[in-house]
């Protein structure tokens, strides 16, 4: 069952790559306003194995290709800081204009996947593991705490959310971290290890939303 759900997913985040394709394509594509399209191909990717596992079959390619989702998790999920940041300066706060703040969205990124790299991918050793239909590949160690990285993100995302919400009246990136935030803690009584990731996924479209939105600012702006 979940093998199917996760298959759902990776067309879910597929279309939101689409949607996010079509607004570069209509706005530019040369701004840190569209580091959200890696994350959401490296959903697609994430999602489409775990899917596909079961089917795959344990081995050594299925092996190789989880050991990449955990790579691309630790090179791309920190990018969001770096969107998030840069969403303040398109919001229009004046200290986000600054060179030195757009050089600290960048260094922030960077060393949140250095971070990553050192807590979770250095020495990693991953094993298979099947849960409610699903076959994939996980750490072999188990967590020795909260994913940092994850929660450094998660907590930008928040504070991130709550100015825009005040600057420019527009809730729903906030409501979408609170909701992944919510998610991610609580532990819901389902037959599925699938399911939760639907918060990761509320997320996803609160972020396109959220630049959609400012994406619509900046023409009426400009027009």
Do not use: C
């Not at 597929?14 to 040369?30: C, D, F, K, S």
């Not at 959200?36 to 050594?60: H, K």
């Not at 290709?65 to 998030?84: D, E, G, K, Y």
């Not at 398109?90 to 050089?103: I, L």
């Amino acid at each position: 069952m979940d093998s199917v759900i996760f298959l759902g997913f990776a067309v879910a985040y597929l279309v939101l790559l689409g949607w996010g394709i079509t607004l570069a394509a209509r706005h530019g594509w040369l701004t840190p306003a569209n580091l959200p399209l890696l994350v959401l191909a490296a959903l697609v990717y994430d999602n489409l194995i775990i899917g596909l596992g079961i089917f795959i079959g344990e081995g050594a390619l299925l092996e190789g290709l989880n050991l990449a989702r955990f790579w691309i998790h630790a090179l791309v999920t920190p990018v969001l800081v770096a969107w998030a940041l840069h969403s303040l300066r398109r919001a229009g706060h004046g200290f986000a204009q600054a060179r030195w703040y757009q050089v600290a969205s960048i260094a922030a990124a960077l060393a949140l996947t250095v971070l990553e790299y050192f807590l979770e991918v250095r020495g990693l050793s991953i094993v298979p593991e099947e849960e409610y239909g699903a076959l994939s590949y996980s750490n072999a160690e188990p967590a020795s705490g909260p994913p940092v990285m994850v929660l450094i993100v998660a907590g930008v995302l928040l504070i991130v959310g709550a100015m825009l919400w005040k600057k420019q009246r527009w809730p729903w990136l906030f409501v979408g971290a609170v909701i992944m935030t919510f998610g991610s803690a609580v532990e819901l009584p389902l037959p599925s290890g699938a399911i939760t990731n639907a918060f990761e996924l509320v997320l996803l479209m609160s972020i396109m939303a959220t630049k959609a939105f400012q994406d619509r600012k900046e023409v009426a702006a400009s027009g």
